[in-house]
């Protein structure tokens, strides 16, 4: 791990060598000597890194690897503090007096730098000869700990890299899902709690999220909520969490009020949401034995077959819960050794030999699963190791030697987190301190994806890559540790992607111990537990306690997070206030959540600040101080009472994120400087200049605005020069003005595009958009039959056409078109009388949704075409008499609802 200090330390002085020529007499030099002796000690510092986390290794070579990365910590901290105590003291223009005043202000520190500096070349010359004793060499294999230029070309291969948001292949589990699935479906019609009970590992999460999503489970149930419980969950938490799913699924937004609730309104108010539903409720990870007093009273029994689903490692849980319910109990079994060998197999072979392993690895593959027990936890994280490693007999052999000398100890969690540990350290560098980032949040906590890596990329782990941006390269390092089964994804956006991810308890219990070794971050918990208690470089908050708060003092903090789920405490806010004081070095700062309403005073001084959100929080407004932050790459304002900024926000070059409803009205003259920008989400009240001087910015590719209609030609102009493009959204206020559109260059990535305009004709580079994903369409008034244009574009996976959009009487999907449509979303078109499927269309559709199509006489003519079709919403039509295609959809629909013009519901589900 030293070598990810050293190599950050290293990126950082190899660019101020080459803009900072003109240092004081010597540091130059100084600063050269010491980059070079890095290297040197980077030469062999991989293998120093896996010697010092073994067992066997001897005290001095850990000690020496300690020696090294403390070192580069306080080189990290010299650069640092030059930067701001010289570099960035700007040179005043007037000469003379001015002039020298200056220089005499920056001598000090840089004398006091330079004898620092001086100080650590002796400190890093002094390791070197050290490590001579050891007799380190360079090693021979090169592995995944090589940079990411080498490794094996299927890693970047995009094909293989959309893959890891697929469901994970399962083994054993087909028998134990049949029978969930009918306790859950037919079982009785009182309350019922379903558990599966096994040891950490043995894939209970798993199991239940296969059940939790079966068709036949959506198609029984009228709500599903999925909730994780773990360990640190508290009462009022948990219900509120219920709540929030509950008005989410529903569409509706979770009223204020239930965040100061008390336990007993909570409760109420989770019965009035489960009032007359038959519902299933998960409890994933559940420990306490208390837990049932925590819910019993909130889900309401309807006597309609309503369940609760719980997953849990200790059989107590359950028998607390059957003094006032019925219970169904599955004891999940471990894999037996074939049923082992063929995840293994699916794991490690999935990309070669057919899936299948090769004679000559037969026995070695043999003895490695049968030193997992069983665990899929543990096979799944070794076959995905080993898809990564050569296929060859030594390879396989010292790695089944190394692993049995781990799990020789048989002590279940312990032999799983080991197993996890060499999956850890077979990570190449750049990916180690991206997963030990997991750890700063708490355990089961839903890291959104766009969050974390963009503060990957403000602690410098992401590296530039031609032909990429910073974020395309991070989502490739997420992809690869999704793929190597050590994160999860958890919740999907509506392209498909992964959106939100978790990291498994056993897991994170590993990159917690990972962390307080190596002084990664700092934890300050609400049970006292400070972990990591040397140079730290990260803090991670999550308790409002006064004792706590105060004992943080590390003023060499670079990432400081606020993870107390927006309890109100003075003493943190205060603490939130003083942080620009007390941590000048901060480069990711994130108050999300935190009650606080003003952005803390001296927020400038902060010089290589380049991540700052302030989502959820009380702030109103953003100080013109902003503008000192010269490294700012997010501000992350959403959810805030923040609406305008001023105008010194352009001076922030390098800022890349811009993300808030927010109005531009002052950037009129400075926001085609902020030439870096890549997301703009979302901009209100746009002026026409602030419209020209967006087509400036060359690298967007995120841009949501609303844009008066009159506006358009000026709006097309600009999104011309915009090739970058992969998500636009553009809404205009509904007038009867219609907006041009008619670009002249198509943005060949851009893969979503909603209009809330009126159009009246499409414009015509829309069906030439090939990677379009996603198309909305809101008020475009269209006069001609929308699916004639876009039956060709052949990734579409969701349309929707609302309120409007189309003014037609008819729409015809004609044969051969929407080969990948998978969702059709059509509502509010008011003169619609008929809907035309021909065969060959929409051969992918899953779901279609009609809605408030109040000419609309009959079920989609043709209907039976759709072969894949798994659900069907039809609402507020005037139906014909009872025919034939209603008995089609009842057979072969798995799921249909189905409410006429008149009332009458049809509605059913296929067991």
């Not at 699935?181 to 950490?200: A, C, F, N, P, Q």
């Not at 967006?694 to 600009?718: C, D, E, F, M, N």
């Not at 609309?856 to 014909?880: C, D, M, R, W």
């Amino acid at each position: 791990m030293a070598e990810i200090a050293l190599s950050l330390v290293i990126d950082q002085l190899i660019p101020l060598l080459r803009k900072e020529t003109k240092l004081v007499r010597g540091i130059h030099k100084e600063f050269k000597d010491i980059k070079d002796e890095l290297e040197s000690i980077q030469a062999f510092i991989k293998d120093a890194d896996k010697r010092a986390e073994g067992d066997n290794t001897s005290e001095g070579v850990k000690t020496w690897v300690k020696q090294v990365r403390e070192v580069a910590f306080r080189i990290e901290d010299i650069i640092d503090d030059y930067l701001i105590r010289v570099v960035q003291v700007q040179q005043p223009r007037v000469p003379g007096c001015v002039a020298l005043l200056h220089k005499l202000k920056t001598m000090i520190p840089r004398r006091q730098i330079a004898y620092e500096i001086q100080d650590i070349k002796s400190s890093v010359i002094g390791i070197s000869e050290r490590s001579k004793r050891y007799e380190f060499q360079r090693s021979l294999e090169q592995g995944s700990s090589n940079s990411r230029g080498s490794r094996n070309a299927n890693w970047n291969d995009p094909r293989l890299a959309a893959l890891y948001i697929e469901e994970a292949e399962v083994v054993g589990f087909e028998a134990p899902r049949k029978t969930l699935i009918d306790w859950m479906v037919k079982g009785r019609e009182e309350l019922t709690v379903v558990s599966v009970v096994g040891m950490g590992g043995q894939g209970k999460t798993t199991l239940a999220k296969k059940v939790f999503d079966d068709k036949d489970i959506i198609g029984h149930f009228d709500c599903r909520v999925w909730i994780t419980v773990s360990q640190s969950y508290n009462a009022e938490g948990l219900l509120r969490d219920m709540l929030q799913k509950f008005y989410k699924q529903q569409g509706e937004v979770p009223p204020q009020s239930i965040y100061q609730m008390d336990r007993a309104s909570l409760i109420d108010e989770v019965r009035n949401c489960l009032q007359q539903k038959r519902y299933v409720v998960v409890f994933d990870d559940v420990w306490g034995l208390h837990f049932w007093n925590d819910i019993e009273f909130a889900v309401i029994d309807n006597k309609n077959g309503s369940k609760i689903l719980i997953t849990t490692r200790n059989q107590d849980v359950i028998d607390s819960c059957k003094r006032s319910s019925f219970t169904e109990v599955l004891q999940l079994e471990s894999l037996t050794q074939e049923q082992s060998l063929e995840l293994f197999n699916k794991k490690a072979f999935r990309f070669y030999y057919g899936g299948c392993c090769p004679k000559e690895l037969n026995h070695i593959a043999y003895e490695i699963v049968k030193k997992c027990k069983g665990l899929p936890l543990a096979i799944v994280a070794i076959g995905g190791l080993l898809s990564t490693r050569d296929k060859n007999v030594f390879e396989w052999k010292r790695f089944s030697e190394n692993l049995s000398l781990e799990l020789k100890k048989d002590k279940h969690l312990f032999g799983i987190r080991d197993i996890l540990g060499l999956s850890f350290n077979d990570l190449p560098y750049y990916l180690k301190s991206c997963l030990l980032y997991f750890g700063i949040y708490p355990k089961a906590y839903e890291v959104n994806l766009k969050r974390v890596t963009r503060q990957w990329i403000a602690e410098g782990f992401v590296k530039e890559e031609r032909g990429k941006t910073l974020e395309e390269v991070a989502e490739e390092y997420l992809k690869e540790l999704i793929h190597r089964s050590l994160v999860q994804v958890s919740s999907l956006r509506i392209d498909g992607k992964a959106k939100c991810c978790r990291i498994h308890d056993l897991i994170h219990n590993m990159i917690l111990e990972k962390i307080e070794d190596l002084n990664f971050c700092k934890h300050i918990s609400e049970d006292g537990q400070s972990s990591s208690s040397g140079n730290t470089r990260r803090l991670s908050i999550i308790t409002t306690s006064d004792d706590s708060l105060e004992c943080i003092e590390s003023s060499n903090i670079r990432s400081l997070f606020f993870l107390t789920e927006n309890k109100i405490n003075d003493s943190l806010v205060y603490f939130a206030k003083r942080i620009p004081r007390k941590y000048r070095l901060l480069k990711v700062l994130d108050y999300q959540f935190v009650p606080l309403g003003k952005v803390p005073d001296k927020l400038g001084i902060l010089n290589h600040l380049k991540f700052l959100s302030l989502r959820h929080t009380f702030v109103s407004e953003v100080p013109k101080s902003i503008g000192m932050l010269q490294n700012l790459e997010t501000l992350d304002v959403r959810n805030t009472s923040v609406f305008v900024l001023p105008k010194e926000i352009s001076k922030l070059r390098k800022l890349r994120h811009l993300l808030g409803e927010l109005s531009l009205i002052k950037l009129k003259d400075g926001l085609g400087e902020m030439t870096s920008l890549e997301t703009l989400d979302r901009v209100l009240s746009i002026p026409k200049e602030v419209i020209k001087e967006l087509g400036r910015l060359k690298q967007i590719r995120v841009l949501v605005l609303y844009v008066h209609a009159k506006y358009g030609s000026i709006l097309t102009s600009s999104l011309n020069e915009m090739q970058h493009l992969e998500k636009l959204y553009i809404q205009s206020p509904k007038y009867p003005q219609v907006i041009d559109l008619h670009l002249i260059s198509s943005p060949t990535m851009l893969q979503k595009l909603t209009l809330i305009v009126r159009l009246q004709n499409l414009p015509v580079l829309i069906p030439e958009l090939q990677n379009l994903v996603v198309l909305r369409l809101t008020n475009s008034r269209l006069t001609k039959d929308p699916m004639e244009s876009l039956k060709g574009l052949q990734h579409l996976l969701i349309l929707h056409l609302r309120c409007e959009a189309y003014e037609g009487l008819d729409l015809h999907a004609e044969a051969g078109g929407f080969q990948k449509l998978k969702e059709l979303y059509v509502r509010d078109l008011y003169a619609l009388q008929d809907i035309i499927i021909d065969k060959g269309a929409l051969p992918s559709l899953k779901k279609l949704s009609l809605f408030e199509l109040f000419r609309l006489n009959h079920i989609p003519t043709g209907i039976k075409h759709l072969e894949k079709l798994e659900a069907l919403y039809i609402s507020y039509v005037q139906f014909l008499e009872h025919n034939s295609t209603e008995d089609w959809i009842m057979e072969h629909v798995p799921f249909f609802r189905i409410v006429t013009k008149n009332g009458k519901i049809i509605e059913n589900s296929r067991s």
